[in-house]
């Protein structure tokens, strides 16, 4: 293969994976035209088109999808060969993407980036935040970060956090316009902040648990989201009743007043967050380090 035609498919790889000519351009050091140009070339070669383009979107053809479902596995080898060849001469390098609850985003790499990156200024993180339940692999992630119980088959899970608990909390204001419920049943009489489920679009049925006995709920109200602060955000506003991971940074409101806990004898714990990635391709070296960071595994770094 020439050099040339290497360049053309990096390239249409790069624009599929980040779904945009921009980024894709940003990524590989070039100008948007001249990313266009590459990508002209190269179906003139192949004789297809393989990209949709749309002011807005841009996505593989059919023949686009075969081309890189190809081509793909390919680019990940050389790129995890280079990460290990790398990280064998005590260097770690390359471009890690992360699909992440909002809450581990805040309360779990936050307050590490600056360390990660003091150790391993050569890894750019590509980090999203997605509070639904995406597919890691056809997201083309790396690795995701997720709730234990909800996790995607066919991976390898490292625990990240203890258990949680959750927590149903409302705002003063509503519970003195409303009333507090006192089981979970009572909540079918309440306004409820309610979370979606993405992979499947249903409304999440609380859980709720006592003395052995399990109840899940199915609650009605003004607000369904994905996104938990968002659910949060609209509890504080007095919208409703919102059902969430004590993660959450609930404690500073409850103790400030701005929430109050109810139903906290029926709270159910779930299992903490858990980083997984795909059983089909080993743990790179950056990932292993990210991993190792997260976890504070590496201690002799300046914190």
């Known amino acids: 293969m020439r050099g040339s035609e290497f360049a053309e498919l990096k390239a249409f790889a790069a624009?599929?994976?980040?779904?945009?000519?921009?980024?894709?351009?940003?990524?590989?050091?070039?100008?948007?035209?001249?990313?266009?140009?590459?990508?002209?070339?190269?179906?003139?070669?192949?004789?297809?088109?393989?990209?949709?383009?749309?002011?807005?979107?841009?996505?593989?053809?059919?023949?686009?999808?075969?081309?890189?479902?190809?081509?793909?596995?390919?680019?990940?080898?050389?790129?995890?060969?280079?990460?290990?060849?790398?990280?064998?001469?005590?260097?770690?390098?390359?471009?890690?993407?992360i699909n992440t609850l909002?809450?581990?985003?805040?309360?779990?790499?936050?307050?590490r980036l600056g360390r990660f990156h003091r150790a391993h200024p050569d890894v750019a993180l590509d980090i999203v935040v997605d509070d639904g339940l995406s597919d890691i692999v056809a997201g083309r992630f790396d690795a995701g970060i997720r709730v234990g119980g909800r996790l995607e088959k066919d991976m390898i899970a490292v625990r990240l956090t203890p258990d949680v608990k959750m927590k149903a909390v409302a705002s003063p204001d509503y519970l003195r316009h409303r009333g507090t419920p006192r089981t979970p049943t009572d909540?079918?009489?309440?306004?409820?902040?309610?979370?979606?489920?993405?992979?499947?679009?249903?409304?999440?049925?609380?859980?709720?648990q006592k003395k052995g006995r399990r109840l899940d709920v199915a609650v009605d109200g003004p607000l369904i989201t994905n996104h938990s602060e968002t659910g949060v955000g609209a509890a504080l506003e007095g919208l409703g009743i919102a059902y969430v991971f004590d993660l959450e940074r609930m404690d500073e409101h409850l103790d400030q007043g701005r929430l109050v806990q109810v139903l906290a004898d029926w709270s159910f714990t779930r299992p903490g967050l858990f980083l997984y990635y795909s059983n089909r391709r080993h743990r790179s070296a950056v990932l292993g380090a990210f991993i190792d960071c997260m976890l504070d595994r590496d201690l002799s770094l300046p914190g």
């Open 15 to 97: 624009v599929v994976e980040r779904e945009s000519f921009a980024r894709a351009a940003a990524h590989l050091g070039l100008s948007p035209s001249a990313l266009s140009q590459t990508i002209r070339l190269l179906e003139a070669r192949l004789g297809t088109r393989l990209l949709n383009r749309t002011t807005r979107s841009v996505a593989p053809t059919a023949s686009g999808e075969q081309l890189y479902a190809r081509i793909a596995p390919l680019f990940r080898e050389m790129a995890d060969a280079v990460a290990e060849a790398s990280a064998a001469a005590g260097q770690v390098s390359g471009t890690l993407r």
């Open 102 to 111: 909002g809450m581990a985003a805040r309360q779990v790499i936050a307050p």
């Open 187 to 208: 909540l079918h009489s309440h306004a409820c902040i309610n979370w979606r489920l993405q992979a499947d679009g249903r409304a999440y049925h609380w859980e709720f």
